[in-house]
Nanobody, 121 residues
């Protein structure tokens, strides 16, 4: 089985920073695209940022210039550096990854349980 475990969430004031981590574990052969999504109560999960194995990144317009996604393939881990946080960034942040397990020839999409980020004064 493959697991994605997020960490690094918390309560911060507007303008402050947080760094989220997501580590994938299990019988992993390779990981394709990885990303961060966020969800608030009553709303659909929305894309925050993605990163391809090549390092190519995409960002939601609302976080461009403030958030940076990165990956460490040796650790099967991605990060989300969040700067200049705003109250509207408050959400549960979920990690997502396309993982090829050992012994398999295709990729399966996985989600983490999420970590709460609250931005409030």
């Amino acid at each position: 089985q493959v697991q994605l475990v997020e960490s690094g969430g918390g309560l911060v004031q507007p303008g402050e920073s947080l760094r989220l981590s997501c580590a994938a574990s299990g019988r992993i052969r390779s990981i394709n695209s990885m990303g961060w999504y966020r969800q608030t109560p009553g709303n659909q999960r929305e894309l925050v940022a993605t990163i391809a194995p090549s390092g190519t990144t995409t960002y939601a317009d609302s976080v461009k210039g403030r958030f940076t996604i990165s990956r460490d393939d040796a650790k099967n881990t991605i990060y989300l550096q969040m700067n200049s946080l705003k109250p509207e960034d408050t959400a549960v942040y979920h990690c997502n990854a396309d993982v090829r397990k050992m012994g398999y020839s295709w990729y399966t999409n996985y989600w983490g349980q999420g970590t709460q980020v609250t931005v409030s004064s």
